[in-house]
């Protein structure tokens, strides 16, 4: 076999596409790390009328009840129907016509009729996103592969804070009114590169076997993997057809079944408790109020933003090394671990604040800045990249993007409650809500250790017996192994009649 790969398996296609597609990711890291910066954005509080803290909540969670729709109705029958690439690249056109609503804005309606369109685009590019990278990642190495959208989603929030502070010194003529629009619009940037170069990427091989495209999953297979000719790619590619078979024959089309199968709805629950509490760890809240949290910690405004950008870079830098251990660390104490140092962080900034009260304290001061800056350590070791990588890989391939599509509106619940709950909390209860999402990372912590198994190292046709056996088919219908030798003998008839 003379496959051209790298270390981690990594090959010139391989390492491209994965790198193009989780640009999608993008967006919806922008789109938290910008809203945080223009909340302390003159220009902003007069072109909304100074929005109270509740208009605030509902800008913020508004997005996620777009892309709760999205997630729930549209990612999966789009990306089923026209595969992982252009699944992304409509979810990025219908984000950008959000963003063009929300860079006009100028009243309150206005920006949340653009938030909803650009969180309906979030939902269906945040699936295919990590649907695609799962599926044309080796096996052994897919954690790093998956972890690729986390790095997209921290990498946006970056950028978006770096803009936001730089906008920020135009502080006077036209800039006081149009740094923060600026702002908005310059997710457009990473937009068109990603859509230019999506049509270059070759699709989902499992997804081309999925619609009867042998010869074309053949040929993509064999371009990400570095092989020669296709003989040495022939095991992995009767493996997935093999699978995909079986599943066509027993396929899932009713979203009742996640309910009534017990081992999908083992394999729901996982998923969709851990999008859910990605969210109600208290990111979303740090994140899209981040600017505000530096401010609550004793920082100046510009500071504040400054050290925003500070954090996340941080956050990038911490999610791509994550990428390299969370395959031999393994999901679950990847998960647990993360949960900890989240829970650690948020009891101390609650109990510090409440120890010295309006910024009384400067050493008290800096060490909540610390520890906002540690909490981004255990959010991108864990939740940050770990709830996608699961997500994305334990569900069967006849209703992959289907179940990804239902456990990810977990996250949006989690991020409305969150986003709508935040601003209103610290206003009324101030830093004692930290202490309530403290106890969720607690939780969380307990939870992976006791119900979630590791994942690993498996392919994903081997996950498909992990979380226990479909029942979905009739007794006397063959077997994915049974159905091994079929899959070959079909490919073997394509490559002849092609």
Same mark, same amino acid.
């Given at each position: 076999?003379?496959?051209?790969?790298?270390?981690?398996?990594?090959?010139?296609?391989?390492?491209?596409?994965?790198?193009?597609?989780?640009?999608?990711?993008?967006?919806?890291? @922008?789109?938290?790390?910008?809203?945080?910066?223009?909340?302390?954005?003159?220009?902003?509080?007069?072109?909304?009328?100074?929005?109270?803290?509740?208009?605030?909540?509902?800008?913020?969670?508004?997005?996620?009840?777009?892309?709760?729709?999205?997630?729930?109705?549209?990612?999966?029958?789009?990306?089923?129907?026209?595969?992982?690439?252009?699944?992304?690249?409509?979810?990025?056109?219908?984000?950008?016509?959000?963003?063009?609503?929300?860079?006009?804005?100028?009243?309150?309606?206005?920006?949340?009729?653009?938030?909803?369109?650009?969180?309906?685009? =979030?939902?269906?590019?945040?699936?295919?996103?990590?649907?695609?990278?799962?599926?044309?990642?080796? !096996?052994?190495?897919?954690?790093?592969?998956?972890?690729?959208?986390?790095?997209?989603?921290?990498?946006?929030?970056?950028?978006?804070?770096?803009?936001?502070?730089?906008?920020?010194?135009?502080?006077?003529?036209?800039?006081?009114?149009?740094?923060?629009?600026?702002?908005? %619009?310059?997710?457009?940037?990473?937009?068109?590169?990603?859509?230019?170069?999506?049509?270059?990427?070759?699709?989902?091989?499992?997804?081309?076997?999925?619609?009867?495209? =042998?010869?074309?999953?053949?040929?993509?297979?064999?371009?990400?993997?570095? !092989?020669?000719?296709?003989?040495?790619?022939?095991?992995?590619?009767?493996?997935?057809?093999?699978?995909?078979?079986?599943?066509? /024959?027993?396929?899932?089309?009713?979203?009742?079944?996640?309910?009534?199968?017990?081992?999908?709805?083992?394999?729901?629950?996982?998923?969709?408790?851990?999008?859910?509490?990605?969210?109600?760890?208290?990111?979303?809240?740090?994140?899209? @109020?981040?600017?505000?949290?530096?401010? %609550?910690?004793?920082?100046?405004?510009?500071?504040?933003?400054?050290?925003?950008?500070?954090?996340?870079?941080?956050?990038?830098?911490? =999610?791509?090394?994550?990428?390299?251990?969370?395959?031999?660390?393994?999901?679950?104490?990847?998960?647990?671990?993360?949960?900890?140092?989240?829970?650690?962080?948020?009891?101390?900034?609650?109990?510090?604040?409440?120890?010295?009260?309006?910024?009384?304290?400067?050493?008290?001061?800096?060490?909540?800045?610390?520890?906002?800056?540690?909490?981004?350590?255990?959010?991108?070791?864990?939740?940050?990249?770990?709830?996608?990588?699961?997500?994305?890989?334990?569900?069967?391939?006849?209703?992959?993007?289907?179940?990804?599509?239902?456990?990810?509106?977990?996250?949006?619940?989690?991020?409305?409650?969150?986003?709508?709950?935040?601003?209103?909390?610290? %206003?009324?209860?101030?830093?004692?809500? @930290?202490?309530?999402?403290?106890?969720?990372?607690?939780?969380?912590?307990?939870?992976?250790?006791?119900?979630?198994?590791?994942? /690993?190292?498996?392919?994903?046709?081997?996950?498909?017996?992990?979380?226990?056996?479909?029942?979905?088919?009739?007794?006397?219908?063959?077997?994915?192994?049974?159905?091994?030798?079929?899959? %070959?003998?079909?490919?073997?008839?394509?490559?002849?009649?092609?």
């Amino acid at each position: 076999m003379t496959l051209k790969q790298g270390k981690f398996g990594m090959t010139p296609w391989l390492l491209f596409s994965c790198s193009v597609i989780s640009m999608g990711a993008i967006f919806w890291g @922008y789109d938290i790390g910008i809203l945080s910066t223009i909340y302390v954005s003159p220009g902003f509080q007069n072109a909304l009328d100074n929005p109270s803290s509740g208009d605030k909540g509902l800008i913020t969670a508004i997005f996620y009840a777009g892309q709760f729709i999205g997630f729930a109705f549209f990612a999966g029958p789009t990306n089923n129907r026209f595969g992982r690439r252009w699944a992304g690249f409509i979810g990025v056109v219908v984000l950008c016509i959000g963003a063009v609503f929300q860079t006009a804005a100028n009243h309150l309606a206005m920006m949340v009729v653009g938030r909803i369109i650009a969180g309906l685009g =979030t939902g269906v590019v945040s699936t295919s996103v990590p649907l695609y990278l799962s599926e044309v990642a080796p !096996a052994q190495h897919r954690g790093l592969y998956v972890a690729g959208n986390q790095v997209g989603i921290v990498f946006g929030i970056s950028m978006a804070f770096w803009v936001g502070y730089g906008y920020s010194f135009w502080d006077y003529g036209n800039g006081i009114n149009l740094e923060w629009r600026l702002s908005v %619009a310059m997710q457009y940037v990473p937009a068109l590169l990603f859509l230019a170069g999506v049509p270059l990427l070759p699709e989902s091989p499992r997804w081309l076997l999925e619609h009867d495209r =042998t010869e074309d999953a053949a040929v993509a297979l064999s371009k990400l993997r570095g !092989a020669s000719s296709i003989a040495d790619i022939q095991v992995e590619l009767d493996e997935i057809h093999a699978n995909i078979l079986w599943h066509k /024959k027993n396929s899932i089309t009713s979203v009742k079944v996640f309910i009534t199968e017990k081992a999908l709805w083992s394999r729901l629950w996982r998923a969709w408790a851990l999008s859910f509490l990605q969210q109600m760890s208290g990111a979303a809240g740090i994140r899209y @109020y981040l600017p505000t949290n530096f401010i %609550a910690a004793g920082t100046s405004e510009s500071l504040s933003l400054l050290a925003s950008g500070i954090d996340g870079t941080v956050q990038v830098a911490c =999610t791509v090394a994550a990428m390299f251990f969370i395959d031999k660390l393994g999901r679950r104490h990847s998960l647990g671990i993360g949960a900890i140092i989240m829970a650690f962080c948020l009891m101390i900034n609650g109990a510090l604040q409440l120890a010295y009260p309006n910024q009384s304290n400067s050493s008290a001061n800096y060490c909540n800045i610390f520890f906002i800056f540690l909490f981004t350590v255990g959010y991108s070791m864990g939740f940050g990249p770990c709830a996608w990588i699961y997500s994305s890989e334990i569900f069967p391939a006849n209703c992959r993007s289907k179940g990804l599509g239902l456990s990810a509106s977990g996250a949006s619940l989690g991020a409305i409650i969150v986003g709508q709950v935040w601003p209103i909390a610290v %206003a009324n209860i101030g830093p004692r809500v @930290y202490f309530i999402f403290m106890s969720f990372n607690v939780f969380s912590a307990i939870l992976v250790y006791a119900c979630y198994p590791e994942t /690993k190292r498996k392919t994903l046709e081997e996950l498909d017996s992990h979380f226990g056996k479909l029942n979905v088919h009739s007794e006397n219908e063959a077997t994915p192994k049974q159905m091994l030798d079929e899959g %070959a003998e079909h490919f073997e008839d394509s490559k002849s009649k092609a």
